[in-house]
């Protein structure tokens, strides 16, 4: 089989003296979709015109210098666990914290902070990124040591497939995802992009972003992306909470093509729908960007709320305590597979 995605590997930099590496897989139309080797992070998705659809930074160690995990590689799990600790097999689980009480994604030694051993691999004949990395409980003081694998694809469809593979020889929770900032377009915010979520609920939160167990309406609300809906629009009528816009959790319905949301800028004319076979996507609006430690590229050294969003998919989290949230219970020596797709239309 003749192949038509071409794959490239370089050195990027280097952090805390290791290599970094960036790999890179072209499909037939020239869009290009590259990852790092610190943290398996998704490092840009060009189009052919040159505009890349995601934030990044000049070098890796930017990744690490501020808290928003930009386009990273998130595990054990994405989101919060309440207390730092989770029932599991009748037992009570106490694992690290990293936000006050809370572990958040997968806490201080987490899949984002890893370097990971990459290659170029083939399946079905063409080119992928595989990522690897053996998280021992050691190291992330979750249950068992995880074999982890984080593989991405490009397809000539210009689909981008990012597959999260788990294996643990104890019994865990495995919940993976990619914190992925987009801003489609040539504008300084995401303001005027619309958005749109199969969603009728979102997750309630305690004061510390922790799920209650509740789930939310979304109709005649802030939160109401059934229909496309300006970011813009939306983030105005939240400047009355604290946030300023939108750290939430929405639970999605996946339709017969595993689509979950579409995120869309009319002025270049470029979308993404987001693919998921799972129930939950988080939208992060940005709101807390500063100009502090945000070496953004796109913006010349600087950054600023608004700037991106970013949009997870993953399984509703903190899911052992809350009854109807999905499984992300890892039995030891069975192995998860989760899929995120984003589709590009420009």
């Known amino acids: 089989m003749s192949q038509s995605i071409h794959a490239t590997v370089q050195p990027f930099d280097t952090f805390n003296g290791q290599q970094i590496y960036r790999f890179s897989l072209v499909n037939a139309h020239g869009v290009t979709v590259s990852a790092l080797s610190l943290g398996a992070t998704l490092y840009e998705i060009l189009l052919p015109s040159g505009d890349n659809l995601v934030l990044n930074y000049h070098h890796s160690a930017d990744y690490l210098a501020n808290p928003f995990y930009v386009c990273m590689g998130i595990g054990r799990t994405g989101g919060r666990i309440g207390n730092g600790e989770f029932p599991m097999n009748g037992k009570t ?6 936000e006050g009480s809370t572990t958040l994604h997968g806490g ?8 990971w051993d990459g290659e170029i691999s083939t399946k079905n004949g ?3 990124i595989v ?7 050691s190291e992330d003081g979750f249950p068992g040591d995880l074999d982890a694998e984080i593989h991405y694809q490009l397809s000539d469809d210009d689909v981008v497939r990012i597959s999260f593979v788990g294996r643990s020889n104890a019994d865990t929770v495995f919940n993976p995802t990619l914190h992925t ?16 979520i199969n969603s009728t609920e979102h997750l309630a939160f305690d004061d510390k972003k922790v799920p209650t167990g509740e789930l939310i309406e979304v109709a005649d609300t802030p939160f109401d992306f059934q229909k496309a809906t300006t970011l813009g629009t939306a983030i105005a009528r939240m400047q009355d909470t604290a946030e300023k816009g939108f750290d939430d959790l929405f639970k999605v319905t996946p339709d017969d093509n595993n689509r979950i949301a579409t995120l869309t800028d009319p002025i270049s004319g470029h979308a993404v729908d987001v693919l998921s076979k799972r129930n ?6 940005a709101n807390s960007f500063t100009h502090d ?6 913006s010349n050294g600087t950054g600023q709320p608004y700037e991106g969003v970013a949009l997870e998919a993953q399984t509703l989290p903190d899911a052992t305590k809350h009854t109807g949230f999905g499984n992300i219970v890892l039995t030891a020596g069975d192995t998860s597979v989760s899929t995120i797709g984003y589709r590009l239309h420009y």
């Open 93 to 98: 689980i106490h694992v690290p914290v990293n």
């Open 108 to 115: 201080p030694h987490g899949f984002n902070s890893q370097l």
């Open 126 to 128: 063409e080119p992928e």
């Open 131 to 137: 990522f690897r990395h053996l998280q021992k409980s």
């Open 181 to 196: 900032y987009f801003n489609l377009g040539n504008n300084e915010t995401i303001k005027r992009h619309t958005l749109q």
């Open 280 to 285: 939950g996507l988080v939208v992060f609006t």
């Open 293 to 298: 430690n945000m070496n953004f590229k796109r």
